[in-house]
């Protein structure tokens, strides 16, 4: 009997202004523990309510959702969010907060003694690949974009979690940042034995980085699998969201010189 999923949308629907915009329409979807899903669509088409749903920033208005087994309608939603890392598009740091007060947040909040939250952001700082006598007293205002972004994901990962969401979490960095902390980050998932679900509309970037792919639009689920199994769903959207990298791949191998040519 194969294990339970750690994340579980079973039939989740949620409406806004007083139901008449469907965000979310009869959803069901799994997660297994160890899993990286990408949710890939473009603006509108209920991925980030989908994420936000899973932690209870917006609830349900109908269907069930579970995480490690508990149905979060009935979880506290404050610990619930304490035992989910959440990073955010811009990485939504407190401004006024050093960049160790910003990691250590969570852990202080739980009442970890003060010695222990220290050893904590030293050692995600060293695994986000910050410098920590440089970056540790730093405000937020005083790093890139990309810096600023490793410390959400440290900040997502100091009370040691078993799930991380992500909400398009490197759409804003310049390419070659994006790149790194793509791969920095996916390298992390697997040493840290994490359950990643990540929103995007960069099929590009889940293909390269996610085990599946779950293909959101227009509020509905239309196809979920790996690259290879979208590529049978007979979907026109999800075909041509595939296609895009390809085209990208094509467009750049003629614009670009061949090996050895100057």
């Known amino acids: 009997m194969p294990p339970a999923p750690l994340?579980?949308?079973?039939?989740?629907?949620?409406?806004?202004?007083?139901?008449?915009?469907v965000a979310v329409a009869d959803v069901s979807?799994?997660?297994?523990?160890?899993?990286?899903?990408?949710?890939?669509?473009?603006?509108?088409?209920?991925?980030?309510?989908?994420?936000?749903?899973?932690?209870?920033?917006?609830?349900?208005?109908?269907?069930?959702?579970?995480?490690?087994g508990e149905d979060v309608g009935r979880a506290d939603p404050i610990?619930?969010?304490?035992?989910?890392?959440?990073?955010?598009?811009?990485?939504?740091?407190f401004p006024h907060m050093s960049v160790a007060e910003n990691v250590g947040v969570t852990p202080k909040l739980l009442g970890w003694p003060a010695a222990e939250i220290s050893a904590r952001v030293d050692e995600l700082l060293d695994l986000v690949r910050l410098d920590r006598a440089a970056y540790r007293d730093r405000l937020p205002h005083e790093l890139s974009g990309g810096q600023r972004q490793r410390v959400g994901v440290a900040?997502?990962?100091?009370?040691?979690p078993r799930i991380v969401l992500m909400d398009e979490p490197f759409g804003a960095l310049d390419p070659l940042t994006r790149d790194a902390l793509g791969d920095d980050y996916r390298e992390l998932h697997r040493k840290l034995g994490l359950?990643?679900?990540?929103?995007?509309?960069?099929?590009?970037?889940?293909?390269?980085?996610?085990?599946?792919?779950?293909?959101?639009?227009?509020?509905?689920?239309?196809?979920?699998?790996?690259?290879?199994?979208?590529?049978?769903?007979g979907d026109v959207y999800v075909g041509e969201l595939l296609r895009t990298p390809r085209r990208q791949a094509e467009r750049l191998s003629d614009a670009l010189p061949r090996d050895g040519a100057a």
């Open 195 to 233: 359950t990643t679900v990540m929103i995007t509309h960069d099929m590009t970037e889940a293909i390269l980085l996610a085990d599946r792919i779950a293909v959101m639009h227009g509020g509905k689920l239309l196809a979920q699998g790996t690259p290879r199994e979208l590529a049978a769903s």
């Open 79 to 93: 610990r619930l969010r304490r035992r989910i890392g959440y990073v955010f598009q811009s990485g939504a740091l």
């Open 29 to 68: 979807l799994e997660v297994a523990e160890g899993e990286f899903l990408a949710i890939v669509g473009g603006s509108g088409s209920g991925k980030t309510t989908l994420l936000r749903l899973a932690n209870r920033l917006i609830e349900t208005d109908g269907g069930t959702i579970t995480v490690e």
């Open 155 to 160: 900040r997502a990962l100091t009370a040691k």
């Open 7 to 21: 994340i579980a949308y079973k039939q989740v629907t949620k409406t806004f202004d007083g139901g008449r915009v």
